[in-house]
């Protein structure tokens, strides 16, 4: 992080930790007012620390098409979509949003996992392939407005070029490069989360204006701290939490990202099989502590092993968590012992369990 960048953020309050190398924004101090706004008004998260992969050459969509779970061949640019890459036998590595420009794709990939999933990747190029691969995690910023009220924050920081744009009737993924007070951004439909919003992308050296330009507007600052209590009261799985090598997409709750009508990709066979023959053994859920749990605690109903915790989190609430559950144990109502804890498990709303919840 620029020394300049990190004393504006220090003056607004900001303590830090580090992710991956990187220094990262534990809490303003106001995580109450940010989880807040994020549900009344508008948050600013800087997702920076998350990698972004540049994929350019002609063979792009299509080899994106094969690599991953989501309908690529079909996207258009300004079209965009979540996708989750998947090993040869449909575990997961990790849930990714990509924006299809006129030359190349950007993938949005979570903290940690850029470099890993560029390699990975990799692997996978063959000399007849036309494909690049860069990592523009370094050169770029990534920051995401969250909250009902985004629409008219951004609309009132919208250069002339931006003012056209019908934002709000437009799917999760639809993107346009505008300006915002001057700054080039291109601006996508979608926070990340299941709380409307838009995920921004500009050039590393316009972070920090970009920042002041969203919170003097208006935006209320959100660290990482508050940022993982919105992500696990929504249900977002993340990877070395919910998206591991023991779970696949459709036990993970994103179904939404699954194109299940295209042709052959990485982990299509066992996929296919799963949703044919109803296989999906476990489940992700939330679910509601009477007391704190740690991850990885073994879930029972009376005697019976059911599942297990991934995430927790303390709310105003109480402790909430994410876990996953055996598909023949139950869902939605469930009691369940959680080590010492008593929980209930509950629906959260950015996950998808169907063919039919699946977006269009």
Known sequence: MNTDFQ???????????????????????????????????????????????????????????????????????GQGCDTVFVTSTARTIDLVS????????????????????????????????????????DTTAAMSLIGPNSTTLLLSITDA?????????????????????????RVAVGSGLATAGYTLITAAEHR???????????AVPLGEAPWQQLRITQGRPMPEQELTEDYNPLEAGLWNTISFEKGCYIGQETIARLDTYN???????????????????????GEAKVGRLTSVVHTDDGPL???????????????????????????????????SSKSS
């Open 321 to 355: 968590g994410l876990a996953y559950i055996r598909t023949k144990a139950g869902g939605a109502g469930m009691s369940v012992t959680v080590g010492e804890a008593t929980g209930q498990v509950v629906d959260v709303p950015f996950l998808s369990r169907s063919r």
């Open 161 to 185: 070029n931006g003012g056209d744009v019908d934002w709000e009737n437009q799917p999760d993924g639809t993107h346009h490069e505008i300006t915002l007070q001057g700054i080039p951004v």
């Open 98 to 137: 990509a924006y299809a420009l006129e030359e190349s794709v950007i993938l949005l990939t979570s903290p940690t996992c850029g470099d890993r999933l560029l390699t990975w990747m990799d692997r996978f190029i063959f000399f007849a392939d036309k494909v690049t691969l860069t990592s523009i995690t």
């Open 7 to 77: 004393s504006q953020l220090q003056a607004a309050g900001a303590t830090f930790t580090e992710c991956d190398g990187r220094s990262v924004v534990e809490s303003f101090g106001n995580d109450s007012a940010a989880i807040a706004a994020a549900s009344s008004g508008v948050a600013l998260y800087d997702r920076s620390h998350w990698g972004r992969i540049e994929v350019s050459d002609d063979d792009r969509l299509r080899f994106l098409h094969n690599q991953s779970t989501n309908d690529f061949e079909r996207l258009t640019p």
């Open 208 to 218: 920090a204006t970009l920042w002041e330009v969203c919170t003097t507007a208006g």
């Open 279 to 301: 296989g999906v053994k476990q489940q992700l859920w939330g679910i509601r502590l009477s007391t704190d749990a740690d991850p990885g605690t073994v879930i029972t109903d």
